[in-house]
């Protein structure tokens, strides 16, 4: 299973699993497993919460940041 910093992502941006879930479109189940690394999701899920973490976020996150063994 691939490593991946969505949970200190979310803790330093101050975002919910919650919120996660509505802005990506994703069931709130699939955000939590993902976060807490018990299930690697496909590329297009990983595409989705990059997307909707960075509707959320301060800044805007590249995937290799979230996921750091995937490169564009």
Known sequence: MAENK???ILLKE???QVQ???ESRLSY???NSV???RKDVS???KYKILKGLNK???VEYKIEEIFPLLKD
Do not use: G, M
């Open 43 to 45: 590329i297009q899920t």
């Open 6 to 8: 969505l949970e200190n």
């Open 35 to 37: 976060v807490k690394l």
């Open 14 to 16: 101050a975002i919910s």
């Open 29 to 31: 189940t699939t955000v």
């Open 20 to 22: 996660l879930s509505k």
């Open 56 to 58: 959320l976020a301060d």
